[in-house]
């Protein structure tokens, strides 16, 4: 069985001619000379580094799609006919008391310091892509009032055309920034928070010291890797001159605008982007506690980590030395999960995938715990995209995991109510859309209950933000059945025993028990009784 078929994917706009393809290869069977295209192997023949990288950019989020042996879809959510767990203290449970819509989603995350939100979801980084610079401004007020925490990514300064430096090559001023920052800031209450991530080259340029004498931004985030999927934290440019200043500033540009063929084919056309990359961290115990240290005295009162889909190896490095810095937040970033723009290759077949990982990550963490070793609290990211997957996410790393990160799901309603903003504008309304309403109220459900809450200020609000809130709202209720199902009434007393594996390779790996193992103990102590 194969698990992915290469050579053509919509992702890179290839395709195969024939309906007949080799499965290792994904060559058709029967390659024709004179074929006009367009597998990825005919389309590198003349375009070549270009095939790596989903498109076009800045256009599309892209996810990967290659089929594991083992999902979260392996497993199903366990049901109970009494009890009820975590109800609000001095309330007794009984039929009216225990109602779904009071369940309690709210979590928390931090070693000292908490940082609350109202469902257990935050954003992926939205980092120097430039579909996340377009909708920022609907992410970041989305993020607000839907009351999670958003994670600006790395580069965000770096790739500022605006950037200016001092004599040192530090930053001392960022208006894209500034703008991502005060964005968030105009609707944040006391849930969620803004966190800045840091790669080589932000660390470089000082964006650290300049968000926190600036901003006084409370938390900040180390990445272990560049971008989303290891290899460098990519992004295209269209311009000769903004791919020279991207490499003064430091960054690896591709192909290089600094030599003489290279700008000849710029000039014919042949060449009409370039490839700004970050590099490649090196971590050590020692490096890793220092710049924690480092980042704790310039100011940050909490500092996070994303780590992505490496080896275990890095896993155990990632929970051990977080242990021993006391991080605030340890999010571990499974394979395949979607991107703004990474490697289509790597994509798909690089790294652990989430399943295995979130696996790896509960059995390392008892581990340390049976030692007496305190874990910090974790974030699973890497696909999910719903409140049943976020519940077995959660459930099949408690304790431990408080969060799920999710990238292209909370991005989507953001850019979905942007569009619908423009075809309200335009009065060019997809039937898709005009069933439910022909205006703003018609057609969010959410409007008019934000209307309320904000009666000043609802023109603010981008309806690509009210996108996300509504997305939002569905998810918190729809995450409030299921738990009631579970007769959990707090995220706090969610647990591995609240589901059960389908397959027995799905035990093997998560160690949650197989469907016909799961309370059979119990289950025959009642029919012995």
């Known amino acids: 069985m194969n698990l992915r078929r290469p050579n053509a994917n919509e992702a890179t706009g290839t395709t195969n001619r024939s309906r007949d393809v080799v499965p290792m290869s994904g060559i058709c069977s029967r390659c024709v000379d004179g074929c006009k295209g367009s597998c990825e192997i005919w389309l590198s023949s003349f375009r070549g580094r270009e095939v790596l990288y989903p498109g076009p950019f800045g256009e599309i989020t892209a996810g990967a799609d290659k089929d594991y042996p083992i999902d979260y879809s392996h497993l199903n959510i366990q049901g109970y006919a009494r009890g009820a767990k975590g109800m609000p203290e001095g309330v007794e449970a009984n039929p009216d008391t225990a109602v779904f819509q009071d369940v309690d989603t ?35 007020i989305g993020a607000a009032i839907a009351g999670i ?12 055309p605006e950037l200016v430096l001092d004599h040192d090559g530090k930053v001392t001023s960022s208006p894209e920034m500034d703008r991502r920052i005060e964005t968030y800031r105009k609707f944040k209450d006391k849930y969620g928070e803004l966190l800045v991530q840091l790669n080589v080259e932000d660390t470089r340029l000082g964006t650290a010291e300049y968000v926190a004498s600036k901003h006084n931004l409370e938390t900040i985030e180390l990445k272990w890797g560049q971008g989303a999927k290891c290899i460098g934290g990519e992004i295209k440019v269209g311009s000769l001159d903004r791919a020279n200043q991207l490499k003064d500033r430091g960054y690896i540009v591709l192909p290089d605008p600094g030599v003489h063929e290279v700008q000849a084919a710029f000039q014919d056309g042949a060449i009409k982007e370039f490839e700004r990359h970050s590099r490649l961290g090196f971590v050590t115990r020692e490096e890793f506690l220092e710049e924690v240290d480092r980042l704790r005295d310039i100011g940050f009162k909490r500092v996070t980590l994303k780590t992505g889909a490496y080896s275990a190896v890095e896993l155990a490095m990632a929970i051990r030395y977080g242990a021993e810095a006391k991080i605030d937040l340890l999010t571990i970033d499974g394979a395949p999960g979607g991107t703004g723009m990474s490697p289509w290759p790597m994509m798909n077949e690089w790294g652990i995938p989430t399943f295995y990982i979130e696996s790896l990550a509960y059995q390392f963490a008892e581990r340390l715990r049976q030692r007496g070793i305190r874990v910090p609290d974790i974030a699973i990211a890497g696909g999910f995209a719903d ?138 102590a009642v029919l012995d009784s």
């Open 149 to 160: 925490t958003l994670v600006c990514g790395e580069n965000v300064c770096g790739v500022d």
């Open 387 to 524: 409140e049943a997957n976020v519940f077995k996410g959660l459930a099949m790393g408690s304790p431990y995991v408080k969060a799920v990160c999710m990238g292209r799901a909370l991005m989507i309603p953001g850019m979905v109510g942007k569009s619908i903003a423009k075809w309200l504008e335009t009065g060019e309304i997809p039937k898709t859309v005009s069933k439910y309403g022909r205006t703003r109220e018609e057609i969010f459900v959410c409007c008019e209950e934000l209307k309320e809450k904000y009666p000043d200020r609802i023109d603010e609000i981008p309806l690509g933000a009210i996108g996300i809130y509504t997305y939002a709202q569905k998810f918190r209720t729809g995450l409030q059945q299921i738990m009631a199902g579970t007769r959990n009434f707090s995220l706090k007393t969610v647990g591995r025993n609240d589901l059960m594996a389908l397959t027995e390779e799905a035990e093997e790996v998560s160690g949650i028990p197989y469907v016909m193992r799961a309370y059979r103990d119990a289950a025959e």
């Open 106 to 140: 709210r979590t928390e995350y931090g070693w000292d310091i908490k940082v609350p939100m109202r469902v257990p979801i935050f954003t992926g980084a939205l980092g120097s892509t430039e579909i996340a610079r377009a909708n920022w401004e609907h992410f970041a």
